[in-house]
């Protein structure tokens, strides 16, 4: 794939068609700010988005949607400015702050203005707040709202005012997803991965990995779609370290941002220097991105707190070495964390993963699974009651549906009592948070809105750090998750099922009596 010229523009080239080319192109990521920054202020964001747009180096902007979880201004504040650029301005659009209809009502505003590039993720816990830490919505996860993008593009079909559906106009959203390969261990990280096949599955169109700085971890998300047989554009992710950003990525207070003991070792040694490591780090970001060109890599997408100037150095860079220098590259730039989980055997000599090497070691535990402390008498006990009970079809399930059925059409003692039991076992057994919109099954018995700080029920978010919450005060619910199935047999398809999308009009029903008359995410499609 050929670089773009420095002396070419990019100004006609709309970000979709910068993805399905055969040009390497490169794009600048916009971060907001807290507060209003007046007209002529330093640092305009506004002047400063304009500068990137107008620098022929650089393909698209991307904008964020309050990282790390603070409050700033939204996204779409910059959209109006830039909006002769609309084609070429990717907005990043998270769950965190808005509830379902918030999120699409965002999405027709994006629509309406023409704005069509959409990175769809889960979102940062919340950090703080006006007098207080917010309350975090996640009324969706990346999954739902990729769900919900794919079908504004299909027509979505709602009741319309006069009761009969309705079918509103298409949209042509070119929908993105985001991917955390910087996991140390296995159940970290090949959830991760089967979520991003279901993201894709879902209507995601590109991908662009989290940050980190070894590169075989971004060549195993290539790795793996080809493995899988999926063909996606992927964006290689980067960005510019200083000191005072290596020390808050390391310290683990930005999700999903990685780095190690030994980079930031070699960071600190670099920012002593004369220039304060600046050359070091600008070289760093070049190679990386001469690296994502040689893996084949759709484009290269560059943040960092610097002045527009500064990136198009690192262009500059990353453009001016030899066509093999990135083969070099891609064997320093190898930062792993201790002991550090990888599904694709590396070749000692290239650093270089393939498809068909994947980890053998992993490939024998798939056939002999290792015990694991997750597997626990009660989930043991859970998953029996299940199979004789909640497994359509079959055992006690058509006798129990036609109970509930004849207790619902008139309510009493009977359904009264069986939905005192199921609330009593449940709180006990799992810590149940009477949803009645039960996920129990599809997380192998471990409540996603108790032990989930983000209630995902699709698959994890990418902010968990050594097997940790991000907000570590428990365990990845997806890694607990991961273990148990891992035991049965059963992890490679544990995210195998519909996309579940909470219906919080069942909230404190009986989910056994919604079970068993389909009126939750378990009934089958068209009920």
Not at 63 to 88: C, F, K, Q, S, Y
Not at 183 to 199: A, G, I, M, S
Not at 206 to 225: A, S
Request: with cysteine; aromatic share 12%.
């Amino acid at each position: 794939m050929s670089p773009i010229s420095p002396n070419s523009v990019n100004g006609g080239v709309p970000f979709r068609e910068m993805l399905s080319g055969e040009r390497f192109y490169y794009g600048v990521e916009v971060v907001t700010t807290r507060g209003y920054e007046p007209p002529g202020a330093p640092q305009n964001l506004t002047a400063f988005s304009r500068d990137l747009l107008a620098d022929p180096r650089i393909g698209w902007i991307s904008l964020t949607d309050n990282p790390g979880g603070g409050p700033m201004l939204p996204p779409d504040w910059i959209t109006g400015l830039v909006a002769e650029h609309r084609d070429r301005v990717v907005i990043h659009l998270t769950c965190k702050d808005l509830n379902r209809n918030g999120l699409e009502a965002a999405a027709w505003r994006y629509a309406a203005e023409g704005f069509e590039n959409i990175l769809a993720l889960t979102g940062d816990y919340p950090t703080g707040g006006y007098r207080g830490l917010a309350e975090p919505v996640f009324d969706y996860d990346s999954v739902s709202l990729i769900t919900l993008l794919r079908s504004m593009n299909e027509g979505l079909t709602v009741p319309g005012r006069s009761g009969k559906l309705e079918t509103l106009p298409k949209t042509n959203f070119f929908i993105g997803c985001v991917v955390s390969p910087f996991k140390r261990y296995e159940r970290e990280l090949l959830p991760q991965f089967f979520k991003l096949v279901r993201k894709i599955g879902c209507g995601a169109e590109w991908v662009i990995p989290q940050l980190g700085y070894d590169m075989r971890k971004f060549q195993e998300v290539k790795l793996f779609l080809d493995a899988r047989g999926v063909s996606v554009p992927i964006i290689g992710n980067v960005y510019l370290l200083t000191r005072g950003v290596a020390r808050m990525f390391h310290s683990g207070k930005l999700a999903g941002c990685v780095v190690t003991d030994q980079l930031l070792e070699t960071v600190e040694k670099y920012a002593a220097g004369p220039d304060k490591g600046k050359r070091f780090f600008q070289e760093l970001a070049a190679k990386q991105l001469a690296v994502f060109q040689g893996l084949g890599f759709a484009a290269g997408y560059v943040g960092g707190m610097a002045k527009p100037d500064t990136f198009g150095q690192i262009i500059d860079l990353a453009q001016s070495f030899g066509t093999s220098d990135w083969k070099d590259f891609f064997k320093e730039i190898q930062y792993a964390q201790p002991g550090e989980f990888f599904l694709f055997e590396h070749d000692p000599l290239t650093g270089l993963g393939a498809p068909e090497r994947m980890n053998p070691e992993y490939l024998d535990s798939l056939r002999k699974p290792p015990r694991s402390k997750q597997v626990t008498l009660n989930y043991r006990l859970s998953r029996l009651v299940h199979k004789l009970a909640f497994t359509r079809d079959k055992a006690l399930y058509p006798l129990l549906k036609k109970l509930f059925a004849r207790w619902d059409k008139k309510p009493g003692f009977l359904m009264r009592m069986a939905y005192a039991v199921e609330r009593t076992s449940k709180l006990a057994m799992y810590g149940c948070q009477d949803c009645g919109d039960c996920s129990l099954p599809d997380c192998a018995y471990i409540c996603p809105k108790k032990w989930c700080s983000k209630c995902d029920r699709n698959g994890p978010c990418g902010g968990s750090l050594g097997g940790r919450c991000e907000l570590d005060d428990k365990e990845c619910l997806w890694a607990r998750i991961y273990e148990r199935l891992k035991y049965y047999g059963e992890s490679e398809t544990m995210l195998d099922f519909p996309v579940t999308i909470y219906n919080a009009s069942l909230k404190n029903t009986s989910s056994w009596a919604n079970t068993y008359l389909d009126r939750d995410h378990h009934a089958p499609a068209g009920k």
